[in-house]
Antibody, heavy 118, light 111 residues
Framework: QVQLQESGPGLVKPSETLSLTCTVSGGSISGYYWSWIRQLPGKGPEWIAYIYSSGSTNYNPSLKSRVTISVDTSNNQFSLRLRSVTAADTAVYSC????????????WGQGTVVTVSS | QSALTQPPSASGSPGQSVTISCTGTSSDVGAYNFVSWYQQHPGKAPKLMIYEVSKRPSGVPDRFSGSKSGNTASLTVSGLQTEDEADYYCTSFAGSNNWLLFGGGTKLTVL
């Protein structure tokens, strides 16, 4: 079955760029919308961005100035870049698939902890 | 402060029913029938339990049901089982710009 796996550094220095990749296995990335979500410590999750396999995107307005989401269909991956990070960006970052025609996530990765610290 | 308000905790005994609320505004929960609920066990990925207010994905027991009234959505778990003990999060569509809001989560304890 289709599985998602996040990968990337677990530690990022303040002011640098957080980069994560989500690899989709067991199925094609094409024809779906894909998203990044994060959960800050002690808080509820926060939607970051989504991308369609063709490349169209939408971003959370609160993060839009610092975030880029991209897709690599040849490698069945999509990625997140968050610039100028601070300690407030420390969180568990998860990737997920959006149900076609709905506003819901039917598949999630396990999540990866990213700590921003010098 | 999460955009959608959920009670931090809820509890019930095996076999009982419990309802978890998710309160938004007339710009999100009240405006659209795009409320979803997720179950998350510790260390596990979230699992979609309800979408579009009351639809159940394949494989989700019919003990889980969703509803909405005004700006508040609800998840009801009937016939509580020990494996239902988990964190539950709601989400709501909030328009093409904000797109999706999350609740802060409710820890369900099965006594």
């Amino acid at each position: 079955q289709v599985q998602l796996q996040e990968s990337g550094p677990g530690l990022v220095k303040p002011s640098e760029t957080l980069s994560l990749t989500c690899t989709v296995s067991g199925g094609s990335i094409s024809g779906y919308y894909w998203s990044w979500i994060r959960q800050l410590p002690g808080k509820g999750p926060e939607w970051i961005a989504y991308i369609y396999s063709s490349g169209s995107t939408n971003y959370n307005p609160s993060l839009k100035s610092r975030v880029t989401i991209s897709v690599d269909t040849s490698n069945n991956q999509f990625s997140l870049r968050l610039r100028s990070v601070t300690a407030a960006d420390t969180a568990v970052y998860s990737c997920a698939r959006i149900i076609t025609g709905a506003v819901a996530f039917d598949l999630w990765g396990q999540g990866t902890v990213v700590t921003v610290s010098s | 402060q999460s955009a959608l308000t959920q009670p931090p905790s809820a509890s019930g005994s095996p076999g009982q029913s419990v309802t978890i609320s998710c309160t938004g505004t007339s710009s999100d929960v009240g405006a659209y029938n795009f409320v979803s609920w997720y179950q998350q066990h510790p260390g596990k990925a979230p699992k979609l339990m309800i979408y579009e207010v009351s639809k159940r994905p394949s494989g989700v027991p019919d003990r889980f049901s969703g509803s909405k009234s005004g700006n508040t959505a609800s998840l009801t778990v009937s016939g509580l089982q020990t494996e239902d003990e988990a964190d539950y999060y709601c989400t709501s569509f909030a328009g093409s710009n904000n797109w999706l809001l999350f609740g802060g989560g409710t820890k369900l304890t099965v006594l």
